[in-house]
């Protein structure tokens, strides 16, 4: 699976953005799918998880309430929805395909190359 993530970009603080994922293969819908973040200096962070048929959505504590994961198996893309964004948001963005339900970086097998959000304040 090759994994291409965009929509990133800068935002001022309160705005939204929507991260998107694009995915090869014919076999997308069999994949855990996860957006993680990782910011200058910090280790990659889980964010969002959400299976393969679309069930199974898990937010990390700091977005709940404010991003939200979809994913559209016709077209095999994940798209995370990012609100009410906030400076701490600022991080590079990935998207990753799993067969865990792991909220860690190595409960994934596969990585996009991340896409880059600048929240101001």
């Known amino acids: 699976v090759q994994l291409q993530a965009f929509g990133g970009g800068l935002v001022q603080a309160g705005g939204s953005l929507r991260l998107s994922c694009a995915a090869s293969?014919?076999?997308?819908?069999?994949?855990?799918m996860g957006w993680f973040r990782q910011a200058r200096g910090k280790e990659r962070q889980f964010v969002a998880r959400i299976g393969g048929s679309g069930s199974g959505t898990y937010l990390e504590d700091s977005v709940k309430g404010r991003f939200i994961i979809s994913r559209d198996n016709s077209k095999n893309t994940v798209h995370l929805e990012m609100n009410s964004l906030k400076p701490e948001d600022t991080a590079v963005y990935y998207c990753?395909?799993?067969?865990?339900?792991?909220?860690?970086?190595?409960?994934?097998?596969?990585w996009g190359q991340g896409t880059e959000v600048t929240v101001s304040s």
């Open positions: 293969g014919r076999t997308f819908g069999s994949y855990i």
């Open positions: 990753a395909a799993g067969r865990s339900w792991s909220l860690q970086p190595n409960g994934f097998d596969y």
